[in-house]
C-alpha cells in the first residue's frame, strides 16, 4: 500500500521543539516534492512548508519563516523541525506528496498525489 505516515507530534510547551517525520511506505520519494501542511481547530488547512524533489530548494509559509526548517534524506523521509513553538502552531500536521517538481513558490497550490493522516502537535503554557 501506498501512503506516507507522518510522526513525532506530540504535547510541548510554548518554545519549546519538536522534529515531525513523513516517511514513504510502499514508494520511494526521490522524485517527489513535499509539503508540510497544518489544520488548526476551526481553521482552515494551511501550507507551511515545502521542499523540492531534489532538496535544493524550499518554500515557507512567513508565519513560520525562521522557526520551522524542512529537509529531507531524498528518497525516503522528509522532516520539518520546529523550533521556538507557540500557541498558533498547535494543529494536525499533514505531510503530501507530488511527483516531479514545479517551482517551489506555488507548492502550497500543487494536486497532491500522496496524503499522510497527520500527527497532532499541541503547544501548551
Known amino acids: 500500500q501506498l501512503q506516507l505516515v507522518e510522526s513525532g507530534g506530540g504535547l510541548v510547551q510554548a518554545g519549546g521543539s519538536l522534529r515531525l517525520s513523513c516517511a514513504a511506505s510502499?514508494?520511494?520519494?526521490?522524485?517527489?516534492?513535499v509539503a508540510w501542511f497544518r489544520q488548526a481547530p476551526g481553521r482552515e488547512r494551511e501550507g507551511v512548508s515545502c521542499?523540492?524533489?531534489?532538496?535544493?530548494?524550499s518554500k515557507y509559509a512567513d508565519s513560520v519563516k525562521g522557526r520551522f526548517t524542512i529537509s529531507r534524506d531524498v528518497a525516503h523521509t522528509v522532516y520539518l523541525q520546529i523550533d521556538s513553538l507557540n500557541f498558533e502552531d498547535t494543529g494536525v500536521y499533514f505531510c503530501?506528496?507530488?511527483?516531479?517538481?514545479?517551482?517551489?513558490?506555488?507548492?502550497?497550490?500543487?494536486?497532491?498525489?500522496?496524503w499522510g493522516r497527520g500527527t497532532q502537535v499541541t503547544v501548551s503554557s
Open positions: 503530501a506528496a507530488v511527483a516531479g517538481s514545479g517551482p517551489v513558490s506555488a507548492c502550497f497550490r500543487y494536486n497532491y498525489d500522496y
Open positions: 510502499g514508494f520511494s520519494l526521490d522524485n517527489y516534492a
Open positions: 521542499i523540492s524533489s531534489t532538496g535544493g530548494s
